[in-house]
């Protein structure tokens, strides 16, 4: 006999094993996104964050937890989205980091030392930039070559020892 | 209490800077000066776009509320005419050169950051939410900008001369950012809005920074556009718009409910 709690661990397995499109190496769940799964009336109702608010996989990612979802419970589910609290880079479980920096993302710093109070305060030039590891050779000395990389959570840098360029998935 | 009304028309116009400059921001697809900008630029116009997106639903939320029926993000986007639109005047400007782009990002972009986070604080908590959310987003955006901004002013000859152009140019239409006619009023008065005119100081000092850095003038006050309740914001703007929302919305227009 299956208890409500072994249907709900298989739903979350199955979760688990969504990949985001982007970022094929991580999970919907590592990359901690998915905020809750609850079961409501006869469906599985599955809460979910986006990355950024542009981001063109959330609808792939959506489809896809819907249909591993059916797979195993093979039952209706639904998706959906929670805009607050925003996502943000520290919730990345650390098993993700490893995988991104096992594929050669930079995976990101703390996402607390990026933020700023919300009251009115501008941005000026210069605000420093802590040193972003190269992910190849773990160096230091590395340089940023474009705020914005292959994809919009990602920046492009450069490793000034063994010359790779690579992604730095930015503190969110 | 503020109507519906009022609500629907300030999300259009947080909703439509996003689209029409996202619009703009598209059209350097494929033709940035370097590969690195044309996807940065990309970029920053997804952002805004997804942002757009979410302003906009929730305004046809909004109008259903008068029991209108609520028009979709995609029928506010591609099937009103450019006096239906709410955005500044700032942002449908052309793309002209790169620091025509840049120096209209960079004013837009340190507003913005501003304004959003201001929203975060609305007792609206769907406009806190996505404001909580886009602040984020723009705080890389105002970066980038401001770092372009300093590079081309600090740089040759010639990126200096077009970046204080291109500023000089842009600069009348920074006014309408900070002016509050009875629409926003109604609605910073009920903590819905942000009190744009407060952000104006805050401004001034981040774009004075900018510009000490980048060895530019601030250009003098003079007569500024839309400030007169008969701007952007009322949907009375520059040739600029039809132009490009003849291009944004042909394929909706011509093929009504389209699929792809």
Redesign the interface.
């Known amino acids: 006999m299956h208890t409500p709690e072994d249907e709900l661990a298989a739903v979350w397995r199955a979760i688990g094993g969504v990949v985001d499109p982007e970022i094929p190496v991580v999970s919907v769940v590592e990359l901690g996104i998915v905020r809750g799964v609850e079961r409501v009336a006869d469906a599985w109702e599955v809460t979910v964050t986006p990355t950024y608010s542009g981001c063109p996989a959330t609808r792939v990612i959506e489809d896809d937890i819907r249909m591993a979802i059916a797979a195993v419970a093979g039952e209706r589910a639904r998706v959906v989205t929670a805009l607050a609290p925003a996502w943000t880079t520290d919730w990345i479980a650390p098993e993700g980091l490893a995988k991104l920096r096992a594929a050669g993302i930079a995976p990101p710093g703390a996402a607390a030392s990026h933020d700023l109070p919300v009251t009115a305060r501008a941005v000026t030039f210069g605000r420093p930039r802590p040193a972003v590891a190269c992910p190849n050779c773990g160096s230091l000395r590395t340089a940023e070559l474009a705020r914005f990389g292959s994809t919009v959570c990602k920046a492009q840098y450069r490793c000034a020892d063994c010359l790779e360029p690579f992604d730095y998935f930015k503190p969110h | 209490m503020p109507g519906h009304g009022q609500l629907f028309d300030y999300l259009l116009r947080l909703g439509d800077n996003g689209l029409v400059l996202a619009q703009r921001l598209g059209e350097w697809v494929g033709k940035g000066p370097v590969l690195?900008?044309d996807?940065?630029s990309t970029?920053?116009g997804?952002?805004?776009?997804?942002?757009a997106?979410?302003w906009l639903a929730y305004a046809g939320e909004v109008e259903a509320r008068d029991g209108k029926p609520g028009r979709s993000e995609d029928q506010l986007a591609y099937l009103r005419d450019s006096a239906g639109y709410r955005n500044l005047l700032l942002v449908e400007q052309p793309n002209g050169n790169y620091a025509d782009t840049i120096a209209r990002q960079f004013l837009f972009d340190?507003w913005h950051?501003?304004l959003l986070?201001?929203l975060?604080?609305s007792r609206d908590?769907r406009i806190?939410?996505?404001a909580?959310?886009?602040?984020?987003?723009a705080?890389?955006h105002?970066?980038?900008s401001?770092?372009w901004v300093?590079r081309l002013g600090d740089g040759t000859e010639l990126s200096h001369g077009r970046m204080q152009a291109a500023i000089d140019a842009l600069w009348m239409y920074t006014g309408e950012m900070f002016a509050v006619d009875a629409t926003e009023r109604a609605l910073v008065d009920t903590g819905i809005a942000a009190d744009a005119a407060?952000?104006e100081p805050?401004?001034r000092?981040?774009v004075q920074?900018?510009f000490d850095?980048?060895t530019l003038a601030v250009p003098t006050d003079s007569w500024m556009q839309g400030t007169r309740e008969r701007g952007g914001k009322q949907g009375a703007h520059t040739e600029h718009l039809s132009h490009m929302l003849a291009v944004m919305q042909s394929l909706p227009r011509a093929h009504p409910n389209a699929q792809w």
């Open positions: 690195e900008e996807i940065a970029n920053v997804l952002d805004l776009l997804g942002q997106r979410l340190q950051v501003l986070g201001q975060t604080l908590e806190a939410g996505i909580a959310k886009a602040v984020k987003e705080r890389y105002v970066e980038r401001t770092d300093v407060a952000l805050h401004w000092s981040a920074a900018a850095e980048a």
